[in-house]
């Protein structure tokens, strides 16, 4: 497949018609679009998902505002305006045009109406042109593919472990499958097992023995355990897959934690420190009001006490305070309603009760009369105590001082948290706990998925036992001997599907590595490679010690590349093998070889980013050679990594994406020795907008 | 440039499912080609619902070749 034309009217920032031009230039197989921030350069890469599937990629911001805002305040009034994309592209030996449109009108009463919008397409083959559908699209480029051959490499960013990145990651897993076509065969063999389950059975009103049910109740176990070994066999590497990418982040959390471990010691510290002055305080508070409390009479006069010792004396003799009455008692009467005797009360004498227990209250009065009264004496002729009042002074020096230690540990805590905010919500302790757990599930599931593959075939033995056994006591059955002939077609149908479902994962797998790393050797600067585990899922071995190793994120983000390419390299064969092998013509299959040389196209968006200057470098110089065509959109301060490529003379075309405005800026672009402006400045006052130029080449 | 001797290397070996469907008898044959095909023209995204009718069709398609074959 090759892209020729890329044809653009009024999409997004682009106002008017631009047409971008792919190189087809075998040596010359780069094109090169260049734009600064906020020109366009996403909505280019989503111009060809549009045109193809009518969708945006995942994250491209308002996917909903597609028409040119600048095209449609230009619109008269009762008019209409259209937006446009079309693609030209050659495959095959056919050539295809897809349109997509969207037209605006604006109503007499100025409001702009957006039309549903339409695809049309055609392919010319040897002179002659045929319409055709979305669904031929599809079968071309399948739309579950679209994000690795139309790839947004910005999105994997400065982090590999950021959200984008797992995303790309866990969706390479299912292109797979896509590629492989394997959904269709799993699919199928759901409907059969449906089939054989439920509608080819003996008819309920047929009269049975027990050696039927007994075969009945034994195939439906034996077919259930295989159902739910292949499902586990699905599901167990996607858990292992969000597994891993968790740990990845724990992983992050706890260099992280580790980086800030100096400050949460000097933090945890201070905390400490509080803690003990606050103890401090409150121990010398308790002391001092224990020392007052003894002493009180030094602090406050004999006088007082001896006012209140004579006042409390006449309250006494003249039987102002009540006497005492226990409490305890009463509460036990009135609550259990008996005498002490066991005698049931009457409501009268309960009320009498309660209204003596009513005077407590005043009994306390009395008992703390009473108690003031044993005391007020020892107060008024206690002796002043020269060594206990300085014990009261050193108690309040202590919390002066310890009122200004914790004034200045407070404030150390708030500056350290300023600086390193981190360390208030990250506790290593936990993150850790949380990483042994998510390895502990990783471990049990791997387990586990060994397990099922161990087991995998004698399950399917077993059913395929029980089957032919059901198949033989139901042929005994006159009115069931066509059912059990029906059985035996579909158990062959379902048979021959997990074969080829296996072979087809097991040859693929070899082939995606394979790919992978041819990809991956001449873009890395170690010596590494990807294996790539039954359920799919790569890790990167060091080919020195054959173990796996942790790598940088320009080594993984390369290992995505890496897949990229490999999907662009094996399309154009697994494409063949999707039309020749459903078929199920007798000798039509033949022998399949992956094809590099014819790969896919493949659109990158800011492909640099994810690297540091050297992989940056290393990636421009051996992208000419992995792919046959490869179209880079970078921006103006990537363009130095692109130096290689014009040096030997590997680009084919390429433009420059410049924003109309009518602010001024001057910024600019040098391109092979000459400079080119990046804004151009527009007289009106209207909204900005992007257009395409031509850059020379070489 | 990618060169023939890299094509080589990525060989994607068919013959062993070439062998399986080969090894199919006749009405395994015309179930399993009719199968694959309306599933592809369903899309991957098949419900239970469409699951259950084509089930049921199977089922019948499949009665109807071993009465077919009965009769022969």
Redesign the interface.
Same mark, same amino acid.
């Given at each position: 497949m090759r892209l020729n034309r890329l044809t653009l009217t009024n999409w997004r920032s682009f106002k008017g018609t631009n047409t971008i031009e792919f190189t087809k230039d075998?040596?010359k197989n780069v094109t090169v679009i260049v734009g600064q921030n906020g020109t366009g350069k996403t909505a280019l890469l989503n111009a060809l998902t549009w045109v193809l599937y009518g969708d945006t990629t995942a994250g491209f911001r308002r996917p909903n505002d597609l028409f040119n805002h600048a095209a449609l305040k230009e619109i008269p009034k009762g008019k209409y305006e259209h937006m446009k994309i079309i693609l030209e592209l050659e495959h095959e030996g056919g050539d295809y045009e897809l349109i997509r449109k969207q037209e605006a009108i604006l109503s007499n009463e100025g409001n702009i109406i957006l039309s549903s919008p339409t695809f049309n397409a055609t392919l010319t083959r040897n002179g002659l042109t045929k319409h055709i559908e979305q669904d031929d699209i599809n079968g071309l480029l399948p739309p579950?593919l679209h994000p690795f051959f139309f790839f947004p490499a910005e999105n994997i960013g400065k982090d590999i472990d950021q959200n984008d990145a797992a995303a790309i990651r866990a969706s390479m897993s299912r292109a797979i499958d896509?590629l492989l076509?394997i959904?269709?065969?799993s699919?199928?063999l759901? $409907? $059969?097992?449906?089939?054989?389950s439920?509608? @080819?059975r003996l008819p309920s009103n047929t009269p049975r023995d027990s050696s039927l049910d007994d075969a009945e109740n034994d195939l439906n176990i034996k077919r259930q355990k295989w159902e739910q070994a292949i499902e586990l066999k699905t599901k167990l590497p996607k858990e292992i897959k969000k597994l891993e990418a968790l740990i990845e982040d724990l992983n992050g959390e706890i260099e992280r934690a580790a980086q800030y471990q100096e400050a949460l010691n000097s933090l945890n510290n201070i905390k400490s420190d509080i803690k003990e002055t606050e103890i401090s305080t409150s121990n010398a508070r308790e002391r001092q009001i224990e020392l007052i409390n003894a002493n009180c009479a030094l602090l406050f006069g004999r006088e007082l006490f001896s006012k209140a010792s004579k006042i409390l004396d006449k309250a006494h003799r003249d039987n102002l305070i009540p006497p005492r009455v226990s409490t305890g008692l009463l509460e036990d009467i009135i609550e259990n309603n008996k005498c002490i005797c066991g005698r049931e009360l009457g409501h009268n004498e309960l009320l009498q009760i309660e209204a003596v227990r009513s005077k407590t209250v005043e009994d306390q009065i009395a008992e703390s009369a009473n108690s003031l009264r044993g005391r007020l004496p020892r107060l008024v002729d206690g002796e002043l105590d020269k060594i206990c009042a300085q014990e009261i002074l050193k108690y309040s020096i202590k919390i002066c001082e310890n009122g200004r230690k914790l004034a200045k540990l407070r404030a150390s805590q708030r500056e350290l948290l300023n600086e390193q905010p981190e360390i208030s919500y990250n506790d290593p302790n936990k993150t850790l706990e949380a990483w042994k757990e998510q390895n502990r599930r990783l471990q049990k599931y791997e387990t586990d998925l060994s397990e099922i593959d161990g087991k995998i075939d004698k399950f399917e033995n077993d059913k395929k036992a029980s089957e032919r056994k059901y198949q033989q006591i139901l042929s005994k059955y006159s009115s069931a001997? @066509? %059912?059990s002939?029906?059985?035996? $077609? @579909?158990s *062959?149908?379902e048979d021959?599907?997990t074969?080829?479902q296996n072979? $087809?994962r097991s040859?693929?797998r070899q082939?995606v590595e394979?790919?992978m790393n041819?990809f991956y050797g001449p873009l890395l600067l170690k010596d590494y490679y990807i294996n790539l585990t039954e359920e799919f899922r790569h890790e990167i071995v060091d080919k020195q010690t054959n173990s796996v190793v942790g790598v940088s994120s320009s080594e993984i983000a390369l290992a995505t590349f890496a897949f990229v390419g490999s999907l662009a390299?094996?399309m154009p %064969?697994?494409s063949n093998?999707e039309r020749?092998?459903?078929?199920?013509e007798?000798?039509?299959?033949? *022998? @399949?070889?992956?094809?590099?040389?014819n790969?896919y196209p493949v659109v990158l968006d800011a492909p640099h980013s994810p690297f540091g200057p050297k992989y940056a470098l290393e990636f421009s110089k051996a992208l000419p050679?992995?792919l046959?065509q490869s179209i880079v959109i970078v921006r103006e301060d990537q363009l130095k990594y692109l130096d290689i490529l014009i040096e030997r003379n590997r680009i084919g075309s390429a433009y420059l994406l410049q924003l109309n405005t009518s602010q001024t800026n001057t910024s600019t672009i040098n391109w092979m020795g000459k400079q080119y402006a990046l804004v151009v400045k527009q007289d009106s006052e209207g909204p900005s907008f992007t257009n395409i130029s031509q850059l020379p080449i070489g | 440039m990618p060169t023939e001797d890299n094509q080589k290397k990525l060989t994607f070996n068919a013959e062993e499912i070439r062998e399986l469907i080969a090894e199919m008898q006749q009405d395994s044959l015309t179930i399993f080609a009719s199968i694959i095909s309306e599933v592809k023209d369903h899309g991957n995204a098949l419900t239970d619902v469409v699951i259950n009718e084509l089930a049921r069709k199977y089922a019948d398609k499949a009665r109807m070749l071993a009465k077919a074959g009965e009769e022969e």
């Open positions: 075998k040596q579950g896509v076509g959904e269709r065969y699919n199928s759901k $409907i $059969i097992s449906v089939a054989l439920d509608y @080819l001997k @066509l %059912v002939r029906a059985r035996n $077609i @579909l *062959e149908v021959a599907l074969k080829i072979a $087809i040859s693929a082939d394979r790919a041819e390299g094996l %064969v697994y093998l020749l092998i459903p078929t199920g007798k000798g039509s299959v033949g *022998e @399949l070889h992956a094809d590099r040389y790969a050679d992995l046959p | -």
